[in-house]
């Protein structure tokens, strides 16, 4: 869709909207920081198509999306805003913001508004880029990746070296790229993350697990009382006897195994709750 001006555009659920000079795009592409739309494809096409035209906004929210595509603005001339964290409802997004890009103004999101407006009446400042020619390479192969251009897809010059991790959603390879401060991860079909966001997909992995090695023990106590059950009463007094320690083994891993996941949970929840106190 052609770009005008005035007009807001919203990416539709699963979806990525990317920027081209002229136009809009939505692509279904490959997630980035488990997310389709990502705000960081959003921001790289943005900075490649507009380079200092661009302002990079970032709002409330948790983990970090957007981080690695308000560095791409910054490294073409643009500017990066970002909404106090004092006034988000979620400031891990504008937290990580600023801690790892040079941003040029926060504010308190009521202020954030007036001060785009103005910026869009004035002329932008064509200082140019600072980007090296194989910056600029990578994130042209980044934003060919999100559109899921074969080319792309198939080149084996990946940016970054190859990781030790596998990708969470399709388990192959991952490829370690460093950008400034900030470590990010890609995967031979595209899928992206952050280091904190395939941190979380590895606990949410972890979990999972976890409740399925429960779920294992749990019908392996039940199934091996019964044979115990059983044994005792076809005589089998030794056998019943191996059965039952068995079954107390059991039954030690599976409370070892629930407290582990109550752990979790309770440090999951005070977490959000913390987050939400000092909002």
Avoid at 121 to 130: F, I
Avoid at 147 to 161: F, H, S, T, Y
Wanted: proline share 6%; charged share 25%; net charge negative.
């Amino acid at each position: 869709m052609a770009l005008h001006p005035g007009r807001i555009y919203i990416a539709p659920p699963d979806y990525h909207l990317l920027v081209e000079p002229g136009l809009v795009r939505v692509v279904h592409g490959p997630r980035e920081n488990r997310h389709r739309p990502a705000l960081d494809p959003l921001f790289r096409s943005a900075a490649l198509a507009y380079g200092p035209r661009v302002v990079g906004v970032i709002l409330s929210g948790a983990l970090d999306d957007g981080t690695a595509g308000l560095h791409a603005i910054k490294l073409r001339g643009g500017l990066a805003a970002v909404q106090d964290p004092a006034d988000a409802l979620y400031d891990d997004m504008p937290s990580n913001a600023l801690e790892y890009v040079d941003v040029d103004f926060c504010l308190p999101v009521r202020d954030i508004p007036p001060r785009l407006i103005q910026l869009a009446q004035t002329a932008a400042d064509e200082k140019g880029d600072c980007v090296s020619e194989a910056t600029q390479s990578d994130m042209e192969y980044e934003a060919e990746i999100a559109r899921l251009d074969p080319e792309a897809l198939n080149d084996e010059d990946k940016p970054g070296v190859p990781s030790v991790y596998a990708c969470p959603e399709c388990h192959g390879t991952l490829w370690e790229v460093h950008e400034g401060n900030v470590l990010r991860f890609r995967c031979r079909v595209g899928h992206a993350y952050t280091a904190e966001s395939l941190l979380a997909d590895h606990n949410d992995s972890l979990e999972r697990a976890l409740w399925a090695a429960l779920r294992a023990l749990e019908e392996n106590v039940a199934l091996t009382r019964r044979l115990a059950k059983r044994a005792v009463e076809r005589g089998l007094e030794a056998a019943g006897a191996r059965f039952e320690e068995r079954v107390h083994e059991a039954e030690i891993n599976a409370e070892q195994i629930r407290r582990v996941i109550l752990a979790m949970r309770s440090n999951e929840m005070t977490t959000e709750m913390d987050e939400a106190a000092s909002a």
